[in-house]
């Protein structure tokens, strides 16, 4: 199943830009730089085996090999949920609430990749989430943790271990300009 989405999904810009703003150098950058530059008006194109709409409960679940392309950034999941704004559920006024992304998430533009377990967009909080095993990388650099955490209103990333894990602390290798080579 194919999907070309033009303008009802573009809250999901922000959770390709968010992911891409942390690998955008060696220090965090604010995602509003990286949105800048960014045209979020480019079309969405959805790529799933199946589509379910619950008009009931205001979801649709794209499931199995999801492909989620804008741009040169690309989204792939195995699941990918869509909670659309209820009457007088959001008061940003925005078409839709959360996006959650599940199994095998990766996120990648032509130098970065952000890997995880599962990831959760709240359009209403502003946040973005990046749970299990998350991987960072740009170019030759690599930030490793257990969650990774945005908040699109302040700008702020966070990237925390999980003790539980068994993986350790959160860890991160950044190679000067050049040494790479």
Do not use: H
Request: net charge negative; hydrophobic share 45%.
């Amino acid at each position: 199943m194919r999907i070309l989405v033009a303008r009802p999904l573009a809250p999901f810009s922000i959770l390709l830009l968010a992911m891409a703003a942390w690998l955008a150098g060696s220090a965090p950058l604010c995602a509003q730089d990286v949105i800048a530059g960014y045209d979020t008006s480019l079309p969405i194109e959805i790529e799933a085996d199946q589509l379910t709409v619950e008009q009931n409960s205001e979801t649709a679940t794209f499931s199995g090999n999801v492909i989620v392309v804008q741009g040169d950034m690309t989204l792939r999941s195995a699941k990918l949920l869509v909670i659309y704004a209820l009457d007088g559920d959001n008061a940003s006024d925005q078409p839709i609430r959360r996006i959650e992304v599940d199994g095998g998430v990766v996120m990648a533009s032509e130098r970065e990749t952000a890997k995880g377990e599962r990831g959760v967009y709240d359009v209403v909080a502003g946040t973005l989430e990046l749970f299990g095993d998350v991987t960072l990388t740009r170019d030759d650099n690599v930030i490793k943790g257990d969650v990774l955490s945005i908040d699109l209103d302040t700008s702020v990333a966070t990237m925390k271990a999980d003790p539980a894990s068994g993986r350790g602390r959160v860890k991160a290798l950044f190679l000067p300009a050049g040494a790479g080579n």
